[in-house]
């Protein structure tokens, strides 16, 4: 079965204490659904269209587990606390097999 990975771009911070609520409650549901963080922090470099802001990188062990813990009952409580505190890009992408 292939890997899976969350890629959540931010595109902007709006209220950085909400994000912080947001990250203390995300870290955890993230870990309780068997994602393991692989890299997170702004961007070293930026090219072509690329724009240096904070990327989170998470591994899954596949596409549904990805999606479960995105969906689950503590990540879904994490992104309320985040509210509109930034606006974020987030895409699960299949590895390969």
């Known amino acids: 079965m292939a890997k899976a990975y969350w890629i959540a771009m931010h595109r902007s911070v ?4 909400a994000l912080k609520r947001y ?3 995300a870290g955890p549901a993230i870990q309780q659904g ?4 692989l890299a997170r922090g702004t961007a070293a470099a930026a090219y072509e269209a690329g724009v240096a802001q904070r990327t989170v ?3 899954f062990d596949s596409v549904q587990q990805a999606m479960a813990a995105h969906d ?3 990540c879904q409580k994490a992104l309320k606390a985040l509210g509109h505190g930034a ?3 987030l895409r699960i ?3 390969r097999g």
């Open 14 to 17: 709006n209220d950085a204490e």
């Open 23 to 25: 990250a203390a409650l």
């Open 34 to 37: 068997d994602g393991c963080f």
């Open 57 to 59: 990188l998470i591994e």
């Open 72 to 74: 689950s009952a503590a």
């Open 87 to 89: 606006e974020r890009d």
């Open 93 to 95: 992408v299949e590895g």
